[in-house]
């Protein structure tokens, strides 16, 4: 990328805050005063601009509307104990957005817009992050080919935005999770581990089958044999069997490498847990259940951080867990969110100073 991106600010000229019933915030409902949009063209980014939330005009022959060059992160900004705003782990979403958008042939956006710009968004918008326990302003970056042309065809534009949501606590309520055998998420050679938005629309007539049968989401099988497990909905997915937590590696680009994934990881092994990144068959997941091993099972993810799973379907063949006798997983969820907002100390260096 070729010399500095200057980053214009225009105000909202009054607040939209006032408005906002900070008691009853739903995921992704309620947008800040301001949002950061950058473009690019002729090869390069042009100049990237922070202005006032508004609707978008697009031509209906804007490229992403038709051929999906689209993808996203999610990322989260707290406050310490001082009301200083902080993001959880900023620079590895921005590492994983630029291989997103390697694979969907769209261009990396560079340092000082992704970094510099949400920084300086949030701390114009700083006001609207939650202090209380277990809220937290969900940042929400995202790309799309803006090409005003319906030739399949890489485009030539795009648009790279942010947008910030103050958000409610995220009650992981335990999940019933449906072995799901017949649909896929992702194919080894495609594109799982890209936060690529066709992934998320491809999963849902699979999701929502499941939940026609009573289940809250689907655990995703490999593509090829459908024995290993992948992810369980839109989360990365641990097995703790005895006194070993299991997840699957990353090696052959189905899985998404989800930064709460690392970070329960480090928390695990810090903990003195054994942690094992390999491929976990589902017969292996019946075989330690009958055998009455310790099993704790839980999906991992921004917006929850950690889900437990109660209950998993294979065949006709049931498994419970019973969520009371669980230590390792609630221990990682508290430590986790306590260095999140603030409770203790990031030894760590996730916090990002806003
Ligand atoms: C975003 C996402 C995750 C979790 O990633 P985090 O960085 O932990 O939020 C896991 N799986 C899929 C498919 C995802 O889209």
Request: include cysteine; charged fraction near 25%.
């Amino acid at each position: 990328m070729t010399g500095a991106v200057t980053l214009n600010v225009r105000k909202a000229e009054r607040s939209r805050l006032q408005e906002l019933d900070m008691e009853n915030l739903p995921f992704g409902k309620y947008f800040t005063d301001h949002m950061l949009e950058a473009e690019y063209e002729n090869g390069e980014w042009k100049t990237a601009e922070i202005l006032p939330y508004q609707p978008m005009l697009l031509s209906p022959s804007t490229a992403a509307l038709h051929y999906g060059q689209a993808i996203f992160e999610g990322i989260k900004a707290y406050k310490d104990r001082q009301g200083n705003p902080f993001i959880f782990r900023p620079y590895d979403n921005f590492i994983r957005f630029n291989k997103s958008a390697e694979r969907m042939q769209m261009p990396a956006v560079p340092e000082e817009i992704f970094m510099d710009g949400m920084r300086e968004l949030i701390a114009l918008d700083q006001d609207w992050i939650p202090m209380k326990e277990d809220f937290s302003l969900y940042i929400r970056p995202f790309m799309f080919s803006s090409d005003e042309l319906i030739g399949v065809r890489p485009s030539e534009k795009y648009k790279f935005l942010i947008i910030l949501s103050p958000s409610g606590p995220y009650y992981a309520a335990p999940m019933r999770i449906y072995v799901e055998e017949k649909y896929v998420r992702a194919v080894p050679g495609g594109v799982g581990y890209a936060k690529a938005a066709g992934n998320y629309g491809a999963a849902m007539y699979p999701t929502n089958e499941a939940r026609k049968k009573g289940y809250d989401q689907v655990l995703w099988m490999d593509a090829l044999e459908h024995k290993y497990v992948q992810e369980c909905g839109t989360m990365n997915v641990f097995f703790i069997i005895g006194d070993t937590a299991i997840t699957p590696g990353l090696e052959d680009g189905t899985i998404l490498g989800g930064v709460t994934r690392m970070s329960v990881i480090t928390m695990l092994q810090e903990m003195g847990v054994k942690v094992e990144e390999r491929n976990l068959s589902i017969d292996e997941i019946t075989d330690s259940y009958k055998a009455g091993k310790h099993m704790e099972v839980f999906g991992t993810g921004t917006a929850a951080t950690i889900s437990p799973i109660k209950e998993l379907a294979y065949k006709d063949f049931t498994m419970t867990f019973d969520l009371t006798k669980w230590k390792i997983a609630p221990a990682v969820k508290k430590m986790i969110t306590d260095i999140r907002e603030g409770r203790v100390a990031d030894t760590h260096g996730w916090m990002f100073r806003v």
